[in-house]
């Protein structure tokens, strides 16, 4: 049997070798390493993968999120509401840029933002909602929309774990997860579903006018050369990096695929025991399984995760500490027991590999051992 990993970047690309090396000789060969070719060509694969008018490419998902919030013109005391069930990033810009967070529990099914608790969270300061689309899945984002229009605020989705998912509106349409809202943003970390070979990220938008500001934004404020109209920062996707995503765009519906076989080998195993729940499907999104994450059930979980550590299976905690809790971000306004839902997620979750390499051999024997440690 293959090594288990929890992601497997180097199967991957022995399948793909030909068409990245090719597409990496020839940013070398041109030597135009920022703002090449690949760029363009990339932007343009991205924005009709997507359906989406405008891409705009950075330097990482962290920034996308952080020239989004800049680029809408939010200002420091506005508050921006987004989930305490995350990655750190999300909060982490809004902590930056002088912003007030506003944290908010999660659906205990879906692990997304609950729209009612976004409701409730709303102020006259209100500014902003981040809806975090998180390990795969799209929040709900005809419930979230409708708050925004109500409220009249923008709407910025971290599409960081999601791309390539599609969201079907109750009202019949359909779009790509980070395109409903006004502003989408994504990462090309290496162990995204689309993943560079270093870091990347990239925002879209329908806007004509805010993808001006964005692409302001991420070149220094200047749209003629040395002239700045605005405080902006350097943050660009390079040509490498853009040559590597230009030949995996075409992959990433297999790949999805992938991990969506994947899952369904795993919920399949897992099925209606005691001890797990297996990840809801939200019916309004496809999920992509950037991770498979279980909700565990009367399980010493660090035992279990050493367990099976001991039989050469990777598992890790997405996310072991709710944002709130943090230290970091500690904050009078909360305490513990004020997001109970993210709590008990982060004292039970666990997820297991998820890639696109795996096979029935491997899956079969990490869902066996799991298997095997909670019934004995
Ligand atoms: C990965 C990730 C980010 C940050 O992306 P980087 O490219 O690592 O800066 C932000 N939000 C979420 C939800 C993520 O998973």
Known sequence: ????????????????????????????DSTQFINGQAVKDFQADLEAYLGVKHVIPCANGTDALQVAMMALG??????????????????????????????VDVDPETFNIDPAAIERAITPKTKAIVPVHLFGQAADMDAIMAIANRHNLFVIEDNCQAIG????????????????????????????????????????????????????????????????????????????????????LPHLDAYCAARLAAADFYDKAFANHPKLRTPARFAKSSHVFHQYTLVSQDVDRAALIEFLGSHGIPAMIYYPVPLHLQKAYLDPRYKEGDFPVTEALSNTVFSLPMHTELDEEQLGFISSKVLEFLNR
């Not at 508050?79 to 305490?84: K, P, Y």
């Not at 069930?85 to 002088?98: K, Q, S």
């Not at 980070?178 to 329908?206: E, M, Q, R, W």
Request: charged share 20%; net charge neutral; glycine share 10%.
């Open 74 to 103: 939010l200002k420091p005391g506005d508050e921006v509401i987004t989930s305490d069930f995350t990655f750190v990033a999300t909060v982490e810009v809004i902590a930056l840029l002088g912003l007030t967070p506003v944290l």
């Open 1 to 28: 049997m293959k090594k288990i990993q929890m992601v497997d970047l180097k199967g991957q690309y022995e399948k793909i070798k030909a068409e990245v090396d090719h597409g990496i000789q020839q940013v070398i």
């Open 165 to 248: 998912s599609t969201f079907t509106s109750a009202e019949g349409w359909s779009k790509k997860a980070g395109t409903i809202g006004h502003v989408g943003c994504t990462s090309f970390f290496p162990s995204k579903n689309l993943g560079c070979y270093g870091d990347g990220g990239a925002i879209f938008t329908n806007d004509d006018q805010l993808a001006h500001q964005l692409r302001g934004v991420v070149n220094h404020g200047m749209f003629v050369r040395y002239y700045h109209d605005y405080v902006g920062v350097n943050s660009r996707l390079d040509s490498i990096q853009a040559a590597v995503l230009k030949a995996k």
